[in-house]
């Protein structure tokens, strides 16, 4: 079967990051918002952590926002859901600032642009733990856009987080496709590869390569975005 979907992670791999500087900084920037409104900046912190595990632990009953939340509000009380409008603020504006310890690949928009022309179908498959305001806005520091993509994962229609299988599974169904007729590149050795157990073939790029000590990549196809474009075009020459 020809390829006909290309399946995108973003952070680390369209969008060039180191993933702890990022964490870090919009942890810091999120706990100065917060700050003012009572929340300790340690506690606010934790409650983020607590809440990521809980949604990366998502059985698929729950859309992701709607555990996450529910872990916030067992931690804050009720009361913190009058604050979700300063949260919304603070990835409207604050959060923009991210952008500045990121880096940014014109290769990553170029090859987009080219897959889009020879027909393929995308899909932004970034870990479904942000909200869309934030996503898009990480897909527009990548110089792309939201409108790129047939579906971007966020934590709002989302029910499974990577590596579980269960999130690949989800964006076959949604979009009526099967794995034989796509592809997936990512920079994660554990959260992307899991594609491939779904029968997804699987690129790694390496430029912010994700891989935990004793991992082996060697039989992977792996490495910078020339190679990734000699990878689909001879997938799509087949």
């Known amino acids: 079967m020809p390829i006909t979907t290309v399946l995108f992670d973003l952070d680390g791999t369209l969008l060039p990051m180191d993933q702890e500087v990022f964490v870090r900084t919009y942890l810091g920037l999120l706990a100065k918002k917060m700050a003012p409104l009572g929340y300790d900046p340690q506690k606010l ?7 990521t595990a809980a949604v990366v632990k998502n059985d698929g009953v729950q859309t992701n926002e709607q555990v996450f939340w529910q872990v916030f509000r067992s931690l804050f009380g009720e009361a913190v859901m009058r604050d979700m409008p300063v949260f919304e603020a603070f ?9 500045e310890v ?3 690949n014109p290769a990553a928009a170029e090859l987009v642009g080219d897959l889009q022309k020879r027909g393929l179908r995308l899909v932004l498959a970034t870990n479904p733990l942000f909200p869309a305001v934030a996503t898009h806005s990480r897909i527009r520091w990548a110089g792309l856009e939201p409108g790129d993509f047939a579906l971007v994962t966020t934590y709002e229609n989302s029910r499974r987080c990577k590596p579980d299988l269960g999130y690949y599974r989800d964006i076959l169904e949604e979009l009526g496709l099967t794995a034989e007729e796509c592809v997936m590149v990512g920079n994660d050795a554990c959260e992307d590869l899991a594609a491939a157990q779904v029968g997804l073939p699987v690129f790694l790029l390496t430029d912010c ?3 935990k000590p004793g991992c082996d990549i060697s039989q992977v196809p792996h490495g910078g975005f020339g ?3 000699r990878w689909l075009d001879g997938l799509m020459e087949r």
Do not use: H, M, P, S
């Open 45 to 51: 912190t934790e409650a983020i952590w607590k809440g």
């Open 91 to 99: 990835y409207r504006n604050e959060f923009q600032q991210v952008a």
């Open 102 to 104: 990121c880096g940014k």
């Open 209 to 211: 390569l994700i891989c």
């Open 227 to 229: 190679d990734l474009r």
